[in-house]
């Protein structure tokens, strides 16, 4: 008898721990702040990997020509609006609101660049016309938890604002 309750236990034991290590994630994902980010298209998706869009984080105030990926990214304004990011170096004291890249994530140190949005075909085709659409400014809404990981949680536009040009007299 002693013998069953123990391979019963021993059974269990896995499922339990796989449940734990579920909820534990799930209880993760719920917490932290949703940010509008501003975002350009990228990559056509690929049909056998998922139904996902893949798009580039077009942070406000992060020069192109920054040396090196961002590690490090300090979020400036009142969630969800991002007024301005500013890149932390090494040695730097973290800030209020800081994504951390994710180096072990399919992008690694890119993940603060690069995000990656799973959704249904008919929608992932549809997002993916709307970010080629320059009409169109898209933007990604993500979830900065306090560990500093970005969650692309959803993806909206509105109608791009023409930028400003002078007028010689």
Request: hydrophobic residues 40%.
């Amino acid at each position: 008898m002693m013998a069953n309750l123990a391979r019963i236990a021993l059974t269990a034991l896995p499922v339990i721990g796989l449940a734990g290590i579920w909820a534990l994630s799930d209880i993760q994902s719920r917490q932290g702040t949703d940010w509008d980010v501003p975002i350009q298209g990228y990559d056509p998706r690929d049909l056998l990997r998922g139904h996902y869009v893949e798009f580039t984080y077009d942070w406000p105030g992060l020069a192109d020509d920054e040396f090196g990926l961002p590690e490090r990214l300090c979020i400036a304004g009142t969630a969800p609006v991002v007024k301005s990011v500013s890149k932390l170096l090494d040695g730097e004291p973290a800030c209020d609101n800081m994504a951390v890249a994710e180096l072990g994530s399919i992008y690694g140190g890119e993940s603060l660049v690069r995000g990656r949005l799973y959704v249904e075909q008919d929608r992932a085709l549809e997002l993916e016309e709307t970010l080629m659409d320059r009409e169109q400014q898209g933007y990604a809404r993500v979830r900065l938890r306090d560990d500093g990981k970005l969650t692309p949680l959803d993806i909206w536009f509105e109608p791009a604002t023409a930028p400003t040009v002078p007028v010689d007299p």
